[in-house]
């Protein structure tokens, strides 16, 4: 909120994925003048942790596989996009891409230590983060216009996060990637582009 406040007077469009998606609907919530319209992708309407009985979990198999591989050389630029990438095979996503975005970070990381690049790389999927009261009961009074983005094969939040998310915002358009998973596709991002306009156009 306040560094949408320190961008522009004017509220701003907040987007969030995975965790960040969970971070945009309480701040939608809790600043409701702040932000216009809200975009949400790959997320859930809960706390990380147990769910919901009517929520999917995570795919434990691909859990096991994605959280039992051994963690890079955090300084080494190479081994850690290749850590990337393995990770994208194990969850659906494109490897190359993700491969590309973790050298991305590593990059304009500042500091060339194992616990910065860590950081990084992997910090918001293990993101403690205050989340009482609940928030899920909240939704339904938002009124900001909202998109909710989820990918059809997504094992670590399965579409029926996105669907329960969307059944609970009013009026939210629920916009299913079928081919996607857990990362928004590189040949996806116009048609995302376009629809998050669309909601702001609508507000």
């Known amino acids: 909120m306040a560094l949408a406040r320190s961008l522009d007077e ?3 469009h907040l987007a969030g994925i995975g965790i960040g998606g969970m971070i945009a609907q309480v701040a939608a919530l809790d600043f409701p003048d702040s932000f216009s319209t809200l975009t949400l992708y790959g997320t859930r309407p809960v706390a990380p ?3 919901d009985d009517d929520l999917p979990d995570h795919d434990q198999q691909i859990m096991r596989i994605l959280f039992s591989s051994a963690l890079p050389d955090w300084t080494d ?7 990337a990438a393995a990770g994208a095979l194990v969850l659906g996503d494109d490897p190359d891409q993700a ?3 973790a050298e991305r970070m590593w ?8 616990p910065a690049h860590m950081a990084n790389q992997m ?3 293990f993101s403690k983060i205050d989340c009482s009261p609940r928030w899920r009961e909240r939704l339904g ?4 216009p909202t998109l909710v983005v989820h990918g059809g094969k997504d094992p670590f939040f399965p579409v029926g996060n996105g669907k329960a998310i969307a059944r609970e915002i009013p009026d939210a358009q629920l916009l299913v990637l079928e081919n996607a998973s857990t990362a928004i596709p590189s040949d996806h991002t116009d ?5 998050m306009m669309e909601r702001e156009i609508s507000e």
């Open 141 to 144: 009074t938002l009124k900001q």
């Open 123 to 125: 910090g918001i999927v």
């Open 49 to 51: 942790g147990p769910v």
């Open 107 to 114: 990059d304009r990381t500042a500091e060339n230590t194992p």
């Open 191 to 195: 048609r995302i582009a376009a629809a």
């Open 77 to 83: 630029r190479k081994a850690v996009a290749e850590h």
């Open 10 to 12: 004017r509220p701003a």
């Open 99 to 101: 491969r590309e975005l």
